[in-house]
């Protein structure tokens, strides 16, 4: 079954300093890959995703993530941050469960965007 | 165009009571979802719906039941609830074609529920 590790629980930064979440996945067949962001007291809401094409996907905010298929990776990448992405963020990748695909999240980072 | 809409907002439940999350999409979405979010533990996919009169079991539906009479409400049933089932609960939507899930989900703002 697939599976998701997002190998940080919490990352905390200083503004304007650059970050990097980091996202593995168990099984490279014919993924598909998400990120989402929650903000506090809300719901998740899509940052990008990576369907086919272009490994290298844009997402909104300035928000950046590389498919490495190699190393079955998805890490999610900012050059300089503010403290209003200050949030938690999972990522997502397809997997089939009872025979029909279905997302599987990873368990999330808090990202502390500090003064 | 309010998206996906969950009530309530809140609740506590005492241990054996019941109660009924509600969920309503207006975006004439196909799939529906429920998962619930544990702290430090992601979310957990609890019952889907791919269209009116078809539910299925996700990865944890025991002590939950759905039912998906019409396309923009999904309401998920928990009948006798228990210590285990305090979580956040989440309803989302998508619009799939097709087998492959490719389409984003939306969200609503969850509903936290306590049950003591």
């Known amino acids: 079954a697939q599976s998701v590790t997002q190998l940080d629980s919490q990352v905390p930064v200083f503004e304007e300093a650059p970050v990097e979440l980091r996202c593995n996945y168990s099984s490279s067949v014919s993924v598909y890959l998400f990120w989402y962001v929650q903000y506090p007291n809300q719901g998740l809401q899509l940052l990008l995703k990576y369907l086919s094409g272009s490994t290298l996907v844009k997402g909104i905010n300035g928000f950046e993530a590389e498919f490495n298929k190699s190393q079955t990776s998805f890490h999610l990448r900012k050059p300089s941050v503010h403290i209003s992405d200050t949030a938690e963020y999972f990522c997502a990748v397809t997997g089939t469960q009872g025979g029909s695909e279905k997302l599987v999240f990873g368990k999330g980072t808090k990202l502390t965007v500090n003064p | 165009n309010a998206g996906v809409t969950q009530t309530p907002k809140f609740r506590i439940l005492k241990i054996g009571q019941s109660m009924t999350l509600q969920c309503a999409q207006d975006?004439?979405?196909?799939?529906m979802y429920w998962y619930r979010q544990d702290p430090g533990m992601g979310l957990k996919l609890i019952y889907y719906s791919v269209g009116a009169g078809i539910t299925d079991k996700g990865e944890v539906p025991n002590g939950y039941n759905v039912s998906r009479s019409t396309t923009e409400d999904f309401p998920l049933r928990l009948e006798l609830a228990a210590p285990s089932q305090t979580s956040v609960y989440f309803c989302?939507?998508?619009?799939?074609?097709?087998?492959?899930?490719?389409?984003?989900?939306?969200f609503g703002n969850g509903t936290r529920l306590t049950v003591t």
């Open positions: 975006m004439n979405h196909n799939y």
């Open positions: 989302a939507s998508s619009l799939q074609t097709g087998l492959r899930v490719h389409s984003p989900l939306h």
